[in-house]
DNA sequence: TTGAAAGCGTTACCAC
DNA sequence: GTGGTAACGCTTTCAA
């Protein structure tokens, strides 16, 4: 049975503490805060301490935050939650957060209820000092962030004339994956892109049609599909793309590997051996890559460091007031494994 | 440039609002809240709206939650966030928390640094409303939460005595599955497990022996095998199982897709195929199982449905002090694909 | 129908 | 070194 406070109170405030310790709430509070550089006498020091810990008293964070007009607390917005790179990136970000004492809040991007996603109750109602922006496929938001002034950082997104992002390098990555197959001997390069109205899809196509310019080769467009939903779309789009094309693709670039296994599935249905007869490679690498039979090669990109720099680097935007920075992480690796064969 | 309130603030308060209508902080707040009992003259009425609609006046959560002492916000926590089944339940619930004009902040239950962990503070320091607890990995959670009287349910976990839990039926579905491939002629049924000090582990367990009992079968601990780490160590866990056995399995049921996918390459690397010399079936459908060849037979739950059910069960408790019950959802469906064969 | 004022739990300023 | 008190932005009781 919890001792009683107040009449019919079960929590503890900080004037429970301050009376159960015999000194005033404002020393109390100075205690509590920890600061080093206050100077309160070691015995008060502990009796503080001591009916605190006796009574479990914890900080109630809305007053504080009331108080101080921080929340400590950091908001990310995602699209979806179940996709290994966005499961990575909170991850990191969370434990950055939390080693600089930040909460992180994670709030899914509901396409369906925009108005009442909860980014407008975290960000409007001032439930957090700062917010990680991982999708822009609501524009509003961002333009209500800036609006309100409001701290915020694009993360894997970026937007013309945006002062605040950190990005992994899709462009430059898809463009170096087209140029690795090329030297393997491949010419005719297919590239089955998730959705183009995407950020995600539109860098991706950047780097496919820049890496083929490099290399000499002139994008071909009925090499190109795009596959929004899915699995099973992707074996269709790839039998269209092979089927309609008068000199079929010896490889071809997929968006991440749910596109890629399902093309190969595609691929075998109308008897192509992968890798024997058509390379594989996906842009996005995923644990389904390993289990797949081939395992399929796939580019990796840093998403943990990402989701760590994004936090700290908002973090320290909102205590130092330091302006934010456009990064691109430019480290990638494409990971070889059994879905592409060289053609010398 | 934003207008400016009291000097250097550019975020509107009740008080701005009030003073822009031309009325006292009190009515200002009465419009505000929306509620149609009270009283109030509709010019005055309208005077208000008009103001808040000018300045963009959000009330702060932060103060309206120290008043009113209650946050309108839920927290879920989730030992991990990019797996279907949590990522099916975090949707469904916060979609449910949104129609009831709450917000659901997704918590991650970090292994390295549990003390840290969001929960503490979200709940300690009384930043929700109650809490939707997905995992039981750190006895410590629930019992805090229980001492410090704070609603919350367990959802898709239970515990011994305790109040408030919602629930798909694993042991029942397993004990099925069990009796299903031994309707098709198996007896020699292994079971892979995931980790067997977890929660669905156990309860797997149960169903896997009470479904053979229940066969007039005997479970032979010779093929039961746990799987930690994921699909390589499926691998090897299997052909362990395989070889050691004197009477190898016909049939295997594996805890989820990525331990089936992983003990069907284990199969093949020592010559076995699937579906024709073994059956394999995944107690827990992913996204995955259609993409394997051969597709993988697997068990389907309302995750969707449970989600949607804890957060309106937390909710009526935290607003009508109604009592929580333990519900256990009997909903479950075999989705029968390409990797089980009929000895028949 | 509207206004004034108290109070939620905290921090920080200013006295002592 | 410590205590009293105002203030953060809101809701709600009580009075007018």
């Not at 005033?24 to 805060?33: D, E, I, L, P, Y």
């Not at 929340?71 to 990310?76: D, F, H, P, R, S």
């Not at 490889?251 to 075998?268: D, F, K, L, P, Y």
Request: neutral net charge.
């Amino acid at each position: 049975m919890p001792e009683q406070f107040r009449k019919g109170v079960l929590v503890p405030r900080l004037d429970d503490v301050a009376a159960a310790a015999g000194v005033a709430r404002s020393t109390a509070s100075r205690v509590m805060s920890g600061e080093a550089t206050l100077t309160i006498r070691e015995e008060t020091r502990q009796r503080v301490l001591d009916a605190a810990a006796k009574l479990g008293y914890r900080p109630d964070t809305r007053a504080r935050a009331l108080r101080l007009k921080r929340t400590y607390a950091l908001g990310i917005v995602v699209p979806e939650i179940d996709n290994p790179a966005f499961g990575t990136i909170i991850r990191s970000a969370q434990k950055a957060a939390i080693e600089r004492r930040y909460s992180l809040f994670i709030s899914l991007a509901d396409k369906d209820q925009p108005d009442t996603a909860l980014y407008r109750r975290l960000v409007e109602g001032k439930g957090v000092d700062g917010v990680l922006v991982t999708t822009i496929s609501d524009p509003g938001l961002v333009d209500e962030l800036r609006r309100r002034s409001i701290k915020h950082l694009l993360v894997n997104r970026e937007l013309e004339g945006h002062q605040g992002s950190i990005i992994v390098d899709y462009v430059e990555a898809t463009a170096q994956v087209v140029e690795h197959l090329v030297m393997l001997g491949h010419r005719r390069l297919a590239f089955i892109s998730g959705p183009l109205h995407q950020y995600a899809g539109q860098k991706r196509l950047e780097g496919f049609t820049k890496g083929l310019r490099r290399c000499g080769l002139v994008p071909d467009e009925q090499l190109i599909g795009e596959c929004n939903y899915g699995w099973a779309e992707a074996a269709e789009v790839f039998k269209r793309i092979y089927v309609a094309s008068a000199a079929p693709p010896s490889a071809v670039c997929a968006a991440n590997t749910t596109i890629a296994s399902g093309m190969i599935a595609g691929a075998r249905s109308i008897g192509l051996e992968v890798p024997d007869e058509l390379s594989v490679i996906s842009l996005l690498d995923s644990p389904l890559a390993l289990m797949h039979v081939p395992a399929i090669s796939a580019v990796q990109f840093p998403f943990e460091e990402l989701g760590r720099l994004a936090a700290n680097e908002l973090i320290d935007a909102i205590e130092n007031g330091s302006e934010m920075e456009n990064v691109r992480l430019e480290r990638f690796r494409i990971a070889e494994r059994g879905s592409v064969s060289s053609l010398r």
